[in-house]
């Protein structure tokens, strides 16, 4: 069963860093390019970043770019998000996605999400 | 950046009636569109990928149609368990991008 766990979210100021893991199980990673997908309180959802299998191509939202960096460790079966100069904006549920099919950007599954607050 | 424009924002129907929910997208993006449904206080869950493949455990009353520009989901017989929001995404081009979302209520 694939598994997808995030963590990492929490209350940080405005300006503040925060780094969002998502630890993946029941499947080959390394094959699966993967996302994170952000959710504001009582929104919708909108796409963040997107990272290919091995790694060397990311993509970015245009209101995180600059600011968030999205890696993988294959190793360790792990997925990452690096969010800095955050704003209140950024408040939102994280959630980290895996592709239905190897490189398709079809969310399947996808995690529970983590809670980030930026808020002084 | 492709803006998919779903209607009617809120669709108020009882259990055993039909629901056709519309995505419109301000450019063509072939057949790269997927359908999601999200309850409270879940994730979102894929419902149909390329315009009109239902994804694995999908029940057949989920269908998906469109090409182009207009894509319509269809749910033939409403269960109690298919109010819910759902959303329409593309994949055609960067950045990815998500429909507004609509709501199906029960009436």
């Known amino acids: 069963e694939v598994q997808l766990l995030e963590s990492g979210g929490g209350l940080v100021q405005p300006g503040g860093s925060l780094r969002l893991s998502c630890a993946a199980s029941g499947f080959t990673f390394i094959n699966y390019a993967m996302s994170w997908v952000r959710q504001a309180p009582g929104r919708g959802l909108e796409w963040v970043s997107g990272i290919s299998g091995s790694g060397d191509r990311t993509y970015y939202a245009d209101s995180v770019k600059g600011r968030f960096t999205m890696s993988r460790d294959n190793s360790k079966n792990t997925l990452y998000l690096q969010m800095n100069s955050l704003r209140a904006e950024d408040t939102a549920v994280y959630y980290c996605?895996?592709?239905?099919?190897?490189?398709?950007?079809?969310?399947?599954?996808w995690g529970q999400g983590t809670l980030v607050t930026v808020s002084s | 950046e492709i803006v998919l424009t779903q209607s009617p924002a809120t669709l108020s129907l009882s259990p055993g009636e039909r629901a056709t929910l519309s995505c419109r997208a301000s450019?063509?993006?072939?057949?790269?569109l997927a359908w999601y449904q999200q309850k409270p206080g879940q994730a979102p869950r894929l419902l149909i990928y390329?315009?009109?493949n239902r994804a694995t455990g999908i029940p057949a009353r989920f269908s998906g149609s469109g090409s182009g520009t207009d894509f319509t989901l269809t749910i033939s017989s409403l269960e109690p368990e298919d109010f819910a929001v759902y959303y329409c995404q593309q994949r055609s081009d960067w950045p990815l991008t998500f429909g507004q979302g609509t709501r199906l209520e029960i009436k």
């Open positions: 450019q063509s993006v072939g057949s790269y």
């Open positions: 996605a895996k592709a239905l099919e190897l490189s398709s950007y079809w969310f399947d599954p």
């Open positions: 390329d315009a009109s």
